[in-house]
């Protein structure tokens, strides 16, 4: 296996904690999203969209981090990162997707440097623009959460799954940008969960060979 990813991006995040609570390893290819390497020739070959992560395996490339993770669920099937039934398994793509597809797309670092490039937004402009996609995601997410009987120590159940391993690069990303998440107790109980166990700890961007 050979990961292309970037130390701070949430979605080759949430990829390298599927990676190590399956146990799996996989050579590490930096592409530094900062200095533009994902525009280069060699990169776009590779993955025509730009984008990390992409997973190599087996003759393959694989890319969109939750399409990645539920390959790996299916080729090392434990842990399982799914529930076993249809409406649970319903139920942790929804948050995976609240995350991955709602909140993330508009916040990325393509995103902002697009508002800054291109429409002339200041720095407060785009933190502002940052902090709103995260409360209307965070409140939704902690609503359906801190109603939901399948929450327990984790997002659905007491074992760590897809929804979870989206969930704490985006809490990340928000603290990382000074966001008040101190209205979501539901997510921060989780994550906090989450962030302990060794796989998660492994993951973390400051832990990795081309973080800065």
Same mark, same amino acid.
């Given at each position: 296996?050979?990961l292309?990813?970037?130390?701070?991006s949430?979605?080759?995040y949430?990829v390298?904690?599927?990676?190590?609570?399956k146990?799996?390893?996989?050579?590490q290819?930096f592409?530094?999203l900062?200095?533009?390497?994902?525009?280069?020739?060699?990169?776009?070959e590779?993955?025509p969209?730009?984008?990390? @992560?992409?997973?190599e395996?087996d003759?393959?490339?694989l890319t969109?981090?939750?399409?990645?993770i539920?390959y790996?669920?299916?080729? =090392?099937p434990?842990p399982?990162?799914l @529930?076993a039934?249809a409406a649970d398994?319903?139920?942790?793509?929804?948050?995976?997707?609240? !995350?991955?597809?709602? !909140?993330? @797309?508009?916040?990325?670092?393509?995103?902002?440097?697009?508002l800054?490039d291109?429409?002339?937004?200041?720095?407060?402009?785009?933190?502002?623009?940052?902090?709103?996609?995260?409360e209307?995601? =965070?409140?939704?997410?902690?609503?359906?959460?801190?109603?939901?009987a399948?929450?327990?120590r =984790?997002?659905?159940g007491?074992?760590p799954g897809?929804?979870?391993l989206?969930l704490v690069?985006q809490?990340?990303?928000?603290?990382?940008?000074?966001?008040?998440?101190s209205?979501?107790?539901t997510l921060l109980?989780?994550?906090?969960n989450a962030r302990a166990?060794?796989?998660?700890?492994?993951?973390?961007?400051?832990r990795?060979?081309?973080?800065e």
């Open positions: 296996m050979k292309h990813g970037y130390y701070r949430s979605a080759a949430r390298r904690i599927a990676l190590n609570l146990g799996l390893e996989a050579e290819a592409i530094h900062r200095h533009r390497e994902q525009n280069a020739r060699a990169y776009r590779l993955n969209a730009g984008l990390v @992560p992409a997973l395996h003759g393959q490339l969109q981090s939750l399409a990645i539920e790996l669920d299916e080729r =090392f434990a399982a990162l @529930p039934t398994r319903a139920y942790v793509r929804s948050l995976a997707m609240a !995350i991955a597809c709602d !909140i993330h @797309p508009l916040d990325n670092l393509r995103v902002l440097d697009y800054k291109e429409l002339h937004l200041d720095g407060g402009q785009r933190d502002r623009w940052y902090a709103h996609w995260i209307v995601g =965070f409140t939704a997410l902690e609503a359906m959460l801190a109603r939901d399948r929450v327990g =984790f997002c659905c007491n074992t897809l929804a979870d989206c690069p809490l990340y990303n928000a603290e990382r940008m000074h966001c008040d998440t209205d979501y107790p109980r989780i994550a906090a166990l060794p796989a998660f700890i492994a993951a973390e961007p400051q990795q060979a081309d973080a």
